[in-house]
T-cell receptor, first 114, second 113 residues
Framework: EAGVTQSPTHLIKTRGQQVTLRCSPI?????VYWYQQALGLGLQFLLW???????NRGNFPPRFSGRQFPNYSSELNVNALELEDSALYLC?????????????FGSGTRLTVV | GEDVEQSLFLSVREGDSSVINCTYT??????LYWYKQEPGAGLQLLTY?????DMKQDQRLTVLLNKKDKHLSLRIADTQTGDSAIYFC?????????????FGKGTKLSVKP
Protein backbone atom coordinates (compact mmCIF):
# COMPACT_ATOMS: atom_id res chain seq x y z
CA GLU A 1 0.00 0.00 0.00
CA ALA A 2 1.42 3.38 -0.99
CA GLY A 3 1.89 5.81 1.84
CA VAL A 4 1.12 9.50 1.94
CA THR A 5 3.07 11.17 -0.85
CA GLN A 6 4.04 14.81 -0.96
CA SER A 7 5.58 16.89 -3.70
CA PRO A 8 7.91 18.53 -4.19
CA THR A 9 10.36 17.32 -1.54
CA HIS A 10 12.31 20.56 -1.47
CA LEU A 11 11.90 23.99 -2.91
CA ILE A 12 13.37 27.44 -2.58
CA LYS A 13 11.25 30.54 -3.09
CA THR A 14 11.80 34.25 -2.85
CA ARG A 15 9.99 36.40 -0.33
CA GLY A 16 6.71 37.64 -1.78
CA GLN A 17 6.24 34.71 -4.15
CA GLN A 18 3.49 32.12 -4.02
CA VAL A 19 3.89 28.36 -3.59
CA THR A 20 1.68 25.28 -3.98
CA LEU A 21 2.41 22.05 -2.16
CA ARG A 22 0.71 18.77 -3.03
CA CYS A 23 -0.35 15.74 -1.06
CA SER A 24 -1.84 12.38 -1.99
CA PRO A 25 -3.39 10.50 0.92
CA ILE A 26 -3.42 6.78 1.51
CA UNK A 27 -6.05 5.11 -0.63
CA UNK A 28 -9.36 5.12 1.22
CA UNK A 29 -8.44 7.93 3.60
CA UNK A 30 -10.82 10.85 3.25
CA UNK A 31 -9.29 13.27 5.73
CA VAL A 32 -6.15 15.26 4.97
CA TYR A 33 -4.29 17.42 7.47
CA TRP A 34 -1.55 19.95 6.95
CA TYR A 35 1.03 20.85 9.58
CA GLN A 36 3.91 23.28 9.64
CA GLN A 37 7.08 22.20 11.42
CA ALA A 38 9.30 25.22 11.87
CA LEU A 39 12.57 25.00 13.74
CA GLY A 40 12.00 25.09 17.47
CA LEU A 41 8.22 25.37 17.21
CA GLY A 42 7.13 21.75 16.95
CA LEU A 43 4.18 20.86 14.74
CA GLN A 44 1.62 23.58 14.23
CA PHE A 45 -1.77 22.60 12.83
CA LEU A 46 -2.65 24.40 9.61
CA LEU A 47 -5.69 22.87 7.94
CA TRP A 48 -8.01 19.88 7.97
CA UNK A 49 -9.96 18.74 4.91
CA UNK A 50 -12.54 16.01 4.85
CA UNK A 51 -14.77 14.98 1.95
CA UNK A 52 -13.69 18.03 -0.02
CA UNK A 53 -14.55 20.55 2.68
CA UNK A 54 -12.35 22.59 4.97
CA UNK A 55 -13.34 21.43 8.46
CA ASN A 56 -10.94 23.38 10.63
CA ARG A 57 -7.94 25.64 10.39
CA GLY A 58 -5.22 26.58 12.82
CA ASN A 59 -4.04 29.98 13.87
CA PHE A 60 -2.48 31.00 10.56
CA PRO A 61 -3.18 34.04 8.36
CA PRO A 62 -5.51 33.78 5.35
CA ARG A 63 -2.57 33.69 2.94
CA PHE A 64 -2.35 30.02 3.93
CA SER A 65 -5.12 28.22 2.08
CA GLY A 66 -5.80 24.97 0.37
CA ARG A 67 -8.31 22.62 -1.09
CA GLN A 68 -9.16 18.97 -1.36
CA PHE A 69 -10.04 17.37 -4.67
CA PRO A 70 -12.68 14.69 -5.37
CA ASN A 71 -9.95 12.03 -5.29
CA TYR A 72 -9.08 13.29 -1.76
CA SER A 73 -5.68 14.65 -2.77
CA SER A 74 -4.96 18.11 -1.45
CA GLU A 75 -3.04 21.27 -2.15
CA LEU A 76 -1.66 23.81 0.27
CA ASN A 77 -1.17 27.31 -1.12
CA VAL A 78 0.88 29.99 0.55
CA ASN A 79 0.74 33.50 -0.88
CA ALA A 80 3.07 36.44 -0.26
CA LEU A 81 5.77 34.25 1.23
CA GLU A 82 7.64 35.54 4.25
CA LEU A 83 11.01 34.43 5.59
CA GLU A 84 9.36 32.84 8.62
CA ASP A 85 7.36 30.55 6.34
CA SER A 86 10.55 28.52 5.91
CA ALA A 87 9.67 25.15 7.41
CA LEU A 88 8.91 21.52 6.78
CA TYR A 89 5.29 21.18 5.68
CA LEU A 90 3.81 17.84 6.59
CA CYS A 91 0.68 16.32 5.19
CA UNK A 92 -1.13 13.49 6.93
CA UNK A 93 -4.23 11.45 6.22
CA UNK A 94 -6.64 9.25 8.13
CA UNK A 95 -10.00 7.61 8.06
CA UNK A 96 -12.26 10.04 9.85
CA UNK A 97 -13.27 7.37 12.32
CA UNK A 98 -9.88 5.74 12.55
CA UNK A 99 -8.63 7.63 15.56
CA UNK A 100 -6.92 4.62 17.10
CA UNK A 101 -4.60 4.64 14.12
CA UNK A 102 -3.86 8.32 14.39
CA UNK A 103 -2.60 9.99 11.28
CA UNK A 104 -0.22 8.67 8.66
CA PHE A 105 2.30 11.30 7.68
CA GLY A 106 4.14 11.94 4.48
CA SER A 107 7.82 12.80 4.42
CA GLY A 108 7.12 16.48 3.99
CA THR A 109 8.06 19.36 1.73
CA ARG A 110 11.00 21.44 2.89
CA LEU A 111 10.31 25.07 1.93
CA THR A 112 13.06 27.64 2.15
CA VAL A 113 12.15 31.29 1.65
CA VAL A 114 15.05 33.60 0.83
CA GLY B 1 -1.64 24.60 30.58
CA GLU B 2 -2.53 25.25 26.99
CA ASP B 3 0.27 23.26 25.40
CA VAL B 4 1.36 19.65 25.29
CA GLU B 5 4.62 19.72 27.21
CA GLN B 6 7.68 17.54 26.77
CA SER B 7 11.26 17.86 27.84
CA LEU B 8 13.37 18.71 24.81
CA PHE B 9 16.36 16.39 25.22
CA LEU B 10 17.19 12.97 26.65
CA SER B 11 20.51 11.17 26.45
CA VAL B 12 20.96 7.50 27.36
CA ARG B 13 23.51 4.76 26.90
CA GLU B 14 22.85 1.88 24.52
CA GLY B 15 21.15 -0.97 26.38
CA ASP B 16 19.62 1.29 29.05
CA SER B 17 15.92 2.12 29.27
CA SER B 18 14.68 5.48 28.05
CA VAL B 19 11.67 7.22 29.57
CA ILE B 20 10.13 10.14 27.73
CA ASN B 21 7.48 12.12 29.57
CA CYS B 22 4.62 14.26 28.34
CA THR B 23 1.90 16.36 29.94
CA TYR B 24 -1.22 16.89 27.86
CA THR B 25 -4.03 19.37 28.17
CA UNK B 26 -7.47 17.92 27.59
CA UNK B 27 -9.04 15.36 29.88
CA UNK B 28 -11.51 14.49 27.10
CA UNK B 29 -8.76 13.44 24.71
CA UNK B 30 -9.82 10.03 23.50
CA UNK B 31 -6.51 8.75 22.23
CA LEU B 32 -2.95 9.69 23.05
CA TYR B 33 -0.13 8.93 20.66
CA TRP B 34 3.60 8.62 20.43
CA TYR B 35 5.26 9.42 17.11
CA LYS B 36 8.88 9.08 16.06
CA GLN B 37 10.66 11.36 13.59
CA GLU B 38 14.02 10.42 12.17
CA PRO B 39 16.19 13.08 10.49
CA GLY B 40 14.77 14.31 7.22
CA ALA B 41 11.65 12.18 7.51
CA GLY B 42 8.00 12.56 8.39
CA LEU B 43 6.42 11.27 11.57
CA GLN B 44 5.89 7.56 12.15
CA LEU B 45 3.22 6.37 14.56
CA LEU B 46 4.88 4.25 17.24
CA THR B 47 1.97 3.45 19.49
CA TYR B 48 -1.21 4.84 20.96
CA UNK B 49 -3.23 4.38 24.10
CA UNK B 50 -6.95 4.73 24.60
CA UNK B 51 -7.93 7.04 27.42
CA UNK B 52 -9.57 4.30 29.50
CA UNK B 53 -6.32 2.36 29.75
CA ASP B 54 -3.51 2.82 32.26
CA MET B 55 -0.81 0.94 30.44
CA LYS B 56 -0.05 -0.53 27.06
CA GLN B 57 2.92 -2.69 26.15
CA ASP B 58 4.14 -3.33 22.63
CA GLN B 59 7.43 -5.22 22.42
CA ARG B 60 10.11 -2.83 23.73
CA LEU B 61 7.64 0.02 24.18
CA THR B 62 5.56 0.63 27.31
CA VAL B 63 3.11 3.50 27.53
CA LEU B 64 1.82 4.65 30.91
CA LEU B 65 -1.14 6.98 31.25
CA ASN B 66 -2.10 8.91 34.38
CA LYS B 67 -5.40 10.60 33.53
CA LYS B 68 -5.68 12.38 36.85
CA ASP B 69 -2.40 14.21 36.26
CA LYS B 70 -2.75 14.22 32.43
CA HIS B 71 0.64 12.60 32.24
CA LEU B 72 1.80 10.22 29.54
CA SER B 73 5.12 8.42 29.35
CA LEU B 74 6.91 6.23 26.84
CA ARG B 75 9.46 3.72 28.03
CA ILE B 76 11.82 2.16 25.52
CA ALA B 77 13.54 -0.93 26.90
CA ASP B 78 17.06 -1.90 25.77
CA THR B 79 17.50 1.34 23.84
CA GLN B 80 19.50 1.00 20.64
CA THR B 81 21.38 3.56 18.55
CA GLY B 82 18.64 3.18 15.94
CA ASP B 83 16.19 4.62 18.46
CA SER B 84 17.92 8.00 18.21
CA ALA B 85 15.23 10.33 16.91
CA ILE B 86 12.73 12.96 18.00
CA TYR B 87 9.71 11.58 19.84
CA PHE B 88 6.42 13.48 19.85
CA CYS B 89 3.45 12.90 22.04
CA UNK B 90 0.07 14.00 20.72
CA UNK B 91 -3.50 14.17 21.97
CA UNK B 92 -6.80 14.06 20.12
CA UNK B 93 -8.07 17.18 21.79
CA UNK B 94 -11.83 17.72 22.23
CA UNK B 95 -12.31 14.02 21.54
CA UNK B 96 -11.08 14.55 18.01
CA UNK B 97 -13.99 16.75 16.98
CA UNK B 98 -11.69 19.50 15.80
CA UNK B 99 -9.89 17.09 13.55
CA UNK B 100 -6.42 17.98 14.66
CA UNK B 101 -3.97 16.21 16.83
CA UNK B 102 -2.13 18.52 19.19
CA PHE B 103 1.57 17.77 19.35
CA GLY B 104 4.25 18.52 21.85
CA LYS B 105 7.50 20.09 20.66
CA GLY B 106 9.23 16.73 20.70
CA THR B 107 11.97 15.10 22.78
CA LYS B 108 15.26 14.49 21.03
CA LEU B 109 16.61 11.14 22.18
CA SER B 110 20.34 10.59 21.78
CA VAL B 111 21.65 7.08 22.33
CA LYS B 112 25.36 6.79 23.04
CA PRO B 113 27.13 3.53 22.20
Amino acid sequence: EAGVTQSPTHLIKTRGQQVTLRCSPISGHTSVYWYQQALGLGLQFLLWYDEGEERNRGNFPPRFSGRQFPNYSSELNVNALELEDSALYLCASSYWTGWENGYTFGSGTRLTVV
Amino acid sequence: GEDVEQSLFLSVREGDSSVINCTYTDSSSTYLYWYKQEPGAGLQLLTYIFSNMDMKQDQRLTVLLNKKDKHLSLRIADTQTGDSAIYFCAESKYGGSQGNLIFGKGTKLSVKP
